[in-house]
């Protein structure tokens, strides 16, 4: 059976930093792509970011180019993402999903893409 869930989320002002780690059991964790999703109540969930099964090739969204990293250790079966200099409009439940491929891809913020996902943690940034 597979489980993943994120934690990390939280409250913090504007500018300030968190770090969402998200742990995958029940698969070969290094055979999957893994991405990062957010989503506002009463909006489309969006892809935040994407990385390759390797770790080696990363995406971005544009709302997170530049600020936010996205990282995993295949030997813990971790997934993080490192946001800084947050900003109101990253509010959000950030969701963690696990891709049906090794690779991103061009079409990686479909969720089509992703067979598996987390419960969500709240990030909220407070102005």
């Known amino acids: 059976q597979v489980q993943v869930v994120e934690s990390g989320g939280g409250l913090v002002q504007v500018g300030g930093s968190l770090r969402l780690s998200c742990t995958a059991s029940g698969l070969i964790f290094d055979d999957y792509a893994m991405a990062w999703f957010r989503q506002v109540p009463g909006e489309e969930r969006e892809g935040v970011s994407c990385i390759s099964s390797s770790g080696r090739y990363t995406i971005y969204a544009a709302s997170g180019q530049g600020r936010f990293t996205i990282s995993r250790d295949n030997d813990k079966n971790t997934l993080y993402l490192q946001m800084n200099e947050l900003k109101p409009e990253d509010t959000a439940i950030y969701y963690c999903?696990?891709?049906?491929?090794?690779?991103?891809?061009?079409?990686?913020?479909?969720?089509?893409?992703?067979?598996?996902w987390g419960q969500g943690t709240q990030v909220t940034v407070s102005s």
């Open positions: 999903a696990v891709a049906t491929v090794a690779h991103c891809l061009g079409l990686w913020s479909r969720q089509l893409r992703y067979n598996y």
